[in-house]
């Protein structure tokens, strides 16, 4: 029978179900035929820390949320409109978000007794009016699997595992996505065993057939390509854009790339992709805990490679202490924390931006490091770029800020032209010989007169032996040094460095469309894509609200001051409970106002657009 297409400008869509389900890979192969659609997306993975938590409980539920449209979007979407729910738990764990009329898809085979009790359910949901306001699309996922694969060789365990395949089937039918690039996928993964191969190609194209033949779905729904800037586009998520970057930098510096990494989520992504390109000169260095990984990339640095240590929250306070000896020994060290939910192990799948000031004062005496922040999953690629071009430049140690959401989320990206990026070879030269004054000693802390950088001396060339440590060191010489007044002048001299940074940034941008707004929403991170969608709703309910979001850290743009003070008042949404709001307001005496939620969740927009609107009407 012929289905009624019906156009949408934008669809969110959540895939839940349990740990074992396969709901990450579900997602994430709907988000590549989106991708290849040409749709504008943004995701945002969500799955819990356990290995394997109990099966059927809410602390097994995983999900995968999906925004696609035909125009540009900045976040995952705030309400789905479409769950596919593979069991009550699923169910029950995402209900609360689901906005009246939202469509779900459920897997009917899981309803059973048992597993209703699991999760506290007296009743069927699916059979006691409590979901009347949905629209309700019962489908026996299971055994309907099942019975698609009763020719194979294969156990009934095994066919149940493909329930994910026929899911992802329905849903592309329903929505049009494209099959070629899932079925590559499947033969690339499971090619070398025929039968699960063969399973999982046939349960897919189960669920496009059922989507075709079923009168319970009598629509199906196409949501255009978006109109994007012409370019060579992939999908990319921020932990991969991230690892592109680091070897993007390395190449434009021509420098070997060494990576020092102890496995920690949601960071040990960047470990596993970096380990993949020795053709680029990138080492990598599995090390027995944190303390080693950066003790070995700081080795790495002092030898002549661009170096960088990767870690999560808790790793970064077992780094503070080798982070603290690159700012004394002045070398350059990339340190990635790719920021999770804390104190402590935290929630270590969910994401904060908690981490700003360990990043900037988390280690003892006067300490200072330059401190970059990506905003996006494709802004993870030029952050880490930036981050060399600093670390490289000012010979210092730099934290590039990234989160989980960042580091496992994805969209779109336009894959640059290479003379685009910056030349990092140009900004620094290795010392050589010739430095070394005729008939003297080679001075390993002299400076360069507009970085204040100290020559990168690399040992066993001749004539630039030169002590290093952690002990205070004389000024130019470098010698040891206990002198009152030479640790003063040493310790303000680091301090300027950094701050002089600021020289080679360019300005806060601000979007501030008609020039009028009196209110100022600035962010900093992850938080760009939920502010930018709060301050797009203000503006289309007749408000003038202006927006800018910070890359650097530390030091801050010149101008930020003078931005800030250009207006009446300053909203600032972060992640955390007011951290870049007590440095503006300790810095530039300017009273913002914080917006706080600390829930090891990105914002929805919709809360931040009701922020904005509280700000405006008590003005």
């Not at 978006?226 to 991230?242: D, H």
Request: proline residues 7%; contains cysteine.
């Amino acid at each position: 029978m012929t289905k009624q297409v019906q156009e949408l400008d934008h669809v969110i869509i959540r895939f839940a179900g349990d740990s074992g389900d396969g709901m990450q890979l579900t997602g994430d192969r709907f988000t590549q035929e989106t991708a290849v659609f040409g749709n504008d997306l943004s995701t945002l993975p969500n799955f819990p820390a356990e290995i394997r938590a109990p099966a059927g409980t809410l602390p097994g539920v995983s999900s995968f949320q999906l925004h696609f449209a035909d125009h540009d979007i900045l976040t995952p979407g705030d309400a789905p409109d479409v769950l596919v729910a593979m069991n009550p738990a699923a169910l029950m764990a995402n209900l609360k978000d689901m906005p009246r009329g939202a469509d779900l898809i459920v897997n009917t085979d899981e309803f059973t007794k048992r597993n209703l009790a699991k999760v506290g359910y007296d009743k069927n949901p699916l059979e006691d009016g409590s979901l009347d306001q949905y629209s309700v699309h019962p489908v026996p996922l299971t055994s309907l699997t099942v019975k698609s694969l009763e020719d194979l060789d294969i156990t009934r365990k095994d066919a149940e595992r493909a329930k994910n395949m026929f899911a992802l089937g329905l849903l592309s039918w329903l929505y049009g996505r494209p099959a070629e690039g899932t079925l590559s996928f499947l033969e690339a993964k499971f090619g070398k065993k025929p039968e699960i191969y063969k399973a999982n190609v046939t349960a897919f194209q189960a669920g496009l057939n059922y989507g075709e033949t079923t009168e319970d779905f009598s629509v199906r729904y196409e949501v255009k390509p978006a109109p994007i800037p012409a370019g060579k586009y992939r999908n990319i998520t921020g932990n991969l854009a991230l690892s592109y970057g680091l070897i993007a930098a390395a190449q434009l510096a021509r420098l070997p790339l060494f990576l020092g990494s102890y496995p920690i989520t949601p960071a040990s992504d960047i470990l596993h992709e970096l380990s993949k390109h020795k053709k680029f000169g990138v080492r990598t260095f599995q090390a027995e805990d944190e303390i080693s990984a950066a003790s070995a990339a700081l080795g790495a640095s002092f030898g002549g490679s661009l170096a960088v240590t990767t870690t999560s929250g808790p790793g970064m306070l077992l780094k503070a202490e080798t982070v603290n000896l690159a700012v004394s020994v002045e070398l350059p060290l990339v340190v990635v924390d790719v920021q999770r939910a804390g104190p402590s192990t935290g929630m270590p799948t969910k994401t904060e931006q908690t981490d700003l000031l360990m990043a900037l004062y988390g280690r003892n005496g006067e300490s200072p490091v330059p401190v970059v922040a990506a905003a996006s999953p494709s802004d993870c690629f030029f952050a880490a770029i930036e981050a060399a071009r600093i670390a490289i430049t000012y010979r210092t140690p730099v934290i590039l800020l990234s989160d989980g959401y960042l580091g496992n989320g994805s969209e779109p990206w336009r894959i640059p032209d290479v003379s685009e990026l910056p030349d990092l070879s140009a900004s620094f030269a290795l010392a050589t010989a010739a430095d070394q004054p005729e008939h003297g000693d080679f001075k390993p802390f002299t400076r360069d007169p507009q970085t204040l950088a100290r020559p990168w001396a690399i040992p066993g060339t001749p004539g630039l032996e030169h002590r290093i440590g952690g002990i205070e060191k004389a000024d130019g010489s470098g010698n040891i040094s206990y002198d009152p007044d030479n640790h003063d002048l040493m310790v303000r001299t680091r301090a300027a460095k950094i701050e002089g940074i600021a020289n080679s940034i360019p300005p806060i941008e601000v979007d501030d469309p008609t020039g009028h707004a009196r209110l100022l929403v600035l962010g900093w991170g992850s938080t760009y894509g939920s502010i930018g969608a709060a301050v797009r709703s203000a503006r289309r309910a007749g408000h003038d609200v202006a927006q800018a979001h910070l890359r650097h850290m530390n030091p801050f743009p010149a101008n930020l001051g003078e931005v800030l003070r250009r207006y009446d008042k300053v909203l600032v949404p972060e992640i955390n409970l007011g951290q870049l709001a007590l440095l503006l307001r300790g810095k530039y005496l300017v009273d913002v106002i914080s917006y706080n939620r600390v829930r090891g969740l990105p914002f929805r927009a919709a809360e931040l657009a009701e922020a904005i609107e509280e700000v405006l009407a008590h003005g």
